[in-house]
């Protein structure tokens, strides 16, 4: 079974910096899906970007990035120019990419402040 | 694109009333449907992912006669909570993906529904 584990519970960062999440997931899969979600105070879950596993370069949006490192299987989001509109829980999350085994495997959350 | 809806958002019910969440894909046939659970601050706990026009493959330790669900058609699932109690409590969130390969789309998230049984 996949496992998926963010180890910072809580961060905080100024307005304006930029900041990195951590995650790292174990699974004996080669190919597989990552994903960051946002979940802001609505708790409405809201998808930041993805990552192919067989893609070696790292996805981008915007001011979110991540560095994918598939040998040492970590997965870190890094929000450039944080906004106050970024406060929100951030869930990293493995999936399969096996027909029938699409569910999402999430970590425990990173509760980010933006401090104005 | 790829909307979610969830209907109600609240629900208080009395205990031992059966209670019944909607879950809407508004442009997109959803092949899969998933349910999720959660406490607060907690992370996200999955139920359950229903197929449309089959049975739900329940995780383990959800009570599969407790928990209903239904997807009879690409665009609706629903969960109902059957007796609900109140640790039966929490909020309750559905997913929809499109397409049926292991490559389909991401999964959506609907605004999820907050259940509180007194």
């Known amino acids: 079974a996949q496992t998926v584990t963010q180890s910072q519970p809580e961060m905080s960062v100024q307005e304006a910096e930029t900041v990195t999440l951590s995650c790292t997931y174990d699974?004996?899969?080669?190919?597989?899906?990552l994903f960051w979600y946002k979940q802001p105070p609505s708790r409405q879950m809201i998808l930041v970007i993805r990552?192919?596993?067989?893609?070696?370069q790292n996805a981008t949006e915007n001011r979110f990035s991540v560095n994918f490192q598939k040998a040492a299987k970590s997965f870190s989001l890094k929000i450039s120019d944080s906004q106050l509109g970024d406060a929100a829980m951030y869930f990293c999350?493995?999936?399969?990419?096996?027909?029938?085994?699409?569910?999402?495997?999430f970590g425990t959350g990173t509760r980010l402040t933006i401090i104005p | 694109g790829a909307v979610v809806s969830q209907h109600p958002s609240w629900v208080i019910c009395k205990s031992g009333t059966s209670v019944k969440i909607e879950c809407r894909s508004l442009?997109?046939?959803?092949?899969?449907m998933f349910w999720y659970r959660q406490f607060p601050k907690q992370s996200l706990m999955l139920m359950a992912t229903?197929?449309?026009?089959?049975?739900?493959?329940?995780e383990q330790g959800v009570e599969k006669d407790k928990f209903l669900i239904n997807h009879a058609s690409l665009t609706l699932s629903t969960l109902t909570v059957t007796s609900a109690h109140p640790e039966d409590s929490s909020f309750y969130i559905c997913?929809?993906?499109?397409?049926?390969?292991?490559?389909?789309?991401?999964?959506?998230f609907g605004p999820g529904t907050r259940l509180l049984v007194l």
């Open positions: 699974t004996s899969e080669s190919d597989y899906y």
């Open positions: 997913s929809a993906r499109g397409g049926t390969s292991g490559r389909a789309e991401t999964q959506y």
């Open positions: 229903s197929n449309e026009g089959s049975k739900a493959t329940y």
């Open positions: 990552q192919e596993a067989y893609k070696q």
């Open positions: 442009d997109f046939q959803a092949t899969t």
């Open positions: 999350a493995y999936r399969s990419v096996n027909f029938g085994n699409e569910k999402l495997t």
